[in-house]
C-alpha cells in the first residue's frame, strides 16, 4: 500500500541548496514553496547575523510556526515544500506533529562545500562562522520515515527531478544518497 505524503520538507545544513532545490521542486511538482528563512523572528536573525549559533528554544516558535503554515498550505489544497535546516530529530518531530506523514528530502554535503557556498552568498544573514555549529548540530534522518538522502553537489535539476519522482511515488523507497 503506497503511503500519502501531503507536504516536503528539503532540509540540511546551511548551504547545501534549501531554496533553490525547494523552488525547483515546487515548480516540477505544483508545489508552494514556503521560505523558511523568511519565518524567522528578528531575534533569531539578529543572534545568526552577530555570529551567535540558535538554540533550540530559539528554534521552537518558528518550528511550529513553519508546522502551521504548512498545515494552513494542506487545508487551502496546495502540496507546501518547506525549506527548513530540521537539523535535529526534535526539530523534525515538530514539523511532524504538525502534518502527519510529512516527507523529508535531505540534502548531503561536507563541510567543506558548505563553507565554499556559504562564504560566496550574498546578502545573507547567515555567516560561514556558523558552518561548524551547524554540522555539530545535524542529526541525519537516515533511519527515519518518507526521508530521502540526496548529495546536494549534484544539479539542482537532477536534484529536483529525483525529488519529484520520490515524491509522487508516495515515498515507497527509502533511498539514500549512495544508492541514487
Not at 30 to 41: K, V
Not at 95 to 124: N, Y
Request: hydrophobic share 45%; net charge negative.
Amino acid at each position: 500500500m503506497e503511503e500519502f505524503i501531503p507536504a516536503l520538507v528539503v532540509m540540511g545544513v546551511c548551504g547545501c541548496g534549501k531554496s533553490s532545490v525547494g523552488a525547483a521542486i515546487s515548480a516540477i511538482c505544483d508545489g508552494r514553496l514556503i521560505e523558511g528563512d523568511a519565518f524567522h523572528p528578528a531575534s533569531n536573525v539578529d543572534k545568526m547575523r552577530a555570529g551567535i549559533p540558535l538554540t533550540d528554544d530559539d528554534r521552537l516558535g518558528w518550528l511550529k510556526r513553519l508546522g502551521e503554515e504548512m498545515a494552513s498550505a494542506i487545508a487551502a489544497g496546495e502540496r507546501p515544500v518547506l525549506a527548513c535546516s530540521a537539523l535535529k530529530k526534535s526539530y523534525r518531530d515538530i514539523l511532524r506533529s504538525a502534518v502527519p506523514g510529512l516527507g523529508f528530502i535531505f540534502l548531503e554535503m561536507t563541510p567543506e562545500l558548505s563553507r565554499q557556498r556559504v562564504a560566496q552568498r550574498k546578502d545573507h544573514y547567515m555567516p560561514a562562522s556558523l558552518v561548524e555549529s551547524q554540522f555539530a548540530a545535524i542529526e541525519p534522518p537516515y533511519d527515519e520515515p518518507a526521508t530521502l538522502a540526496v548529495d546536494a553537489a549534484l544539479p539542482i535539476d537532477e536534484i529536483a527531478q529525483r525529488s519529484c519522482n520520490w515524491w509522487n511515488g508516495a515515498g515507497d523507497q527509502q533511498l539514500s544518497a549512495k544508492a541514487i
